[in-house]
């Protein structure tokens, strides 16, 4: 490769195998995709439903094309119990600002392979699937770079990948992630889906709660994702250890950004993180948790910014 940092050996073998790229003229999906939310203008967007191949299976991904001159590629990995939709309303902004703009849905997600099995659901193997999608497209982008965005728990496994293989990205967002696990963090609600499953499980919040427009979805979502990978989950979201410190040395640019009212992790923590990072750290506006959704505009703007000085 034309990147001369140092390569890590992979904590799992990658895929060396890549088909999924093969798919990406076909433009299949795109009925099925208007009918989400945010989807309904990719009609004039060059759109590609395609599969990651993975250890596991194939994983679920769209691609939209950059509006104009493309600038670069961006990849968004989802976080706890999402999916590549979280991301319905920031990958058509993005491909506005002239980005390539991929999200996936990790292993045991909505509609990609779940294996059975909590074991297959650690760190190191989701982080090896991103690996792997980065390494795809720099074969098939001519040895270009990724941009990686990390979403909740999606940023533990953004920074793992690139500790894993930082000779694949350009650089990585943590988008409303923090450091590491904190110990017994939803130990009651992996005790419930453990026993009753993750449909009873989200029938369980949806009564404890006011309905909201797209929980028709999120239930169909919970119906076809794994178990495993739910408990898997929360396996990484108590013990991962912090790797902040592995990260700032691994020399690839890092932005920290959250909503202004993100309640899943602590905004101090985030805010420490970055410091420790020296990373750049953006408080985005009129957004919690999910930035992604809340204010999608403000969110592509940012990344492109972030993105555009360091390619």
Same mark, same amino acid.
């Not at 994702?225 to 979201?237: K, N, P, R």
């Not at 009129?286 to 592509?300: E, K, S, V």
């Given at each position: 490769?034309?990147?001369?940092?140092?390569?890590?050996?992979?904590? =799992?073998?990658?895929?060396?195998?890549?088909?999924?790229?093969?798919?990406?003229?076909?433009? *299949?999906?795109?009925?099925?995709?208007?009918?989400?939310?945010?989807?309904?203008?990719? /009609?004039?967007?060059?759109?590609?439903?395609?599969?990651?191949?993975?250890?596991?299976?194939?994983?679920?991904?769209?691609?939209?094309? +950059?509006?104009?001159?493309?600038?670069?590629?961006? &990849?968004?990995?989802?976080?706890? /119990?999402?999916?590549?939709? *979280?991301?319905? %309303?920031?990958?058509?902004? &993005?491909?506005?600002?002239?980005?390539?703009?991929?999200?996936?849905?990790?292993?045991?997600?909505?509609?990609?392979?779940?294996?059975?099995?909590?074991?297959?659901?650690?760190?190191?193997? %989701?982080?090896?699937?991103? +690996?792997?999608?980065?390494?795809?497209?720099?074969?098939?982008?001519?040895?270009?770079?990724?941009?990686?965005?990390?979403?909740?728990?999606?940023?533990?496994?953004?920074?793992?990948?690139? $500790?894993?293989?930082?000779?694949?990205?350009?650089? &990585?967002?943590?988008?409303?992630?923090?450091?590491?696990? /904190?110990?017994?963090?939803?130990?009651?609600?992996?005790?419930?889906?453990?026993?009753?499953?993750?449909?009873?499980?989200? *029938?369980?919040?949806?009564?404890?709660?006011?309905?909201?427009?797209?929980?028709?979805?999120?239930?169909?979502?919970?119906?076809?994702?794994?178990?495993?990978?739910?408990?898997?989950? &929360?396996?990484?979201?108590?013990?991962?250890?912090?790797?902040?410190?592995?990260?700032?040395?691994?020399?690839?640019?890092?932005?920290?950004?959250?909503?202004?009212?993100?309640?899943?992790?602590?905004?101090?923590?985030?805010? =420490?993180?970055?410091?420790? $990072?020296?990373?750049?750290?953006v408080v985005i506006p009129?957004?919690?948790?999910?930035?992604?959704?809340?204010?999608?505009?403000?969110?592509?703007r940012t990344l492109s910014?972030?993105?555009?000085?360091?390619?």
């Open positions: 490769m034309s990147d001369s940092r140092p390569v890590k050996p992979p904590l =799992v073998e990658l895929v060396e195998t890549h088909q999924g790229f093969d798919e990406l003229d076909q433009r *299949d999906g795109l009925d099925e995709l208007n009918q989400r939310d945010g989807f309904d203008n990719l /009609t004039q967007r060059s759109f590609e439903r395609f599969s990651v191949p993975s250890n596991a299976g194939p994983l679920t991904a769209y691609w939209i094309r +950059a509006v104009g001159e493309k600038k670069g590629t961006a &990849v968004f990995i989802p976080g706890f /119990t999402g999916s590549k939709e *979280d991301f319905r %309303l920031l990958l058509p902004a &993005v491909a506005a600002l002239g980005w390539d703009a991929v999200a996936y849905s990790q292993r045991g997600q909505y509609d990609s392979a779940a294996p059975a099995g909590v074991d297959n659901y650690t760190l190191d193997e %989701l982080a090896a699937d991103a +690996a792997n999608l980065a390494l795809g497209i720099f074969e098939h982008c001519e040895g270009e770079l990724v941009h990686l965005v990390g979403h909740s728990l999606g940023g533990l496994v953004a920074r793992q990948a690139v $500790l894993l293989r930082p000779d694949l990205f350009a650089s &990585v967002t943590l988008l409303c992630s923090g450091p590491g696990g /904190t110990p017994g963090l939803r130990s009651e609600e992996a005790a419930f889906v453990a026993e009753h499953g993750l449909v009873a499980f989200f *029938d369980r919040e949806l009564a404890s709660r006011d309905p909201k427009p797209d929980d028709e979805f999120v239930r169909e979502r919970f119906a076809a994702a794994s178990a495993d990978a739910y408990l898997g989950g &929360v396996e990484i979201l108590q013990n991962t250890t912090d790797s902040t410190t592995a990260l700032a040395a691994s020399g690839i640019p890092v932005m920290v950004a959250h909503g202004a009212t993100d309640d899943a992790w602590p905004i101090g923590d985030q805010r =420490v993180m970055a410091e420790r $990072l020296g990373a750049e750290y009129d957004a919690g948790h999910l930035p992604n959704i809340d204010n999608p505009d403000f969110t592509a910014d972030f993105w555009t000085s360091n390619s």
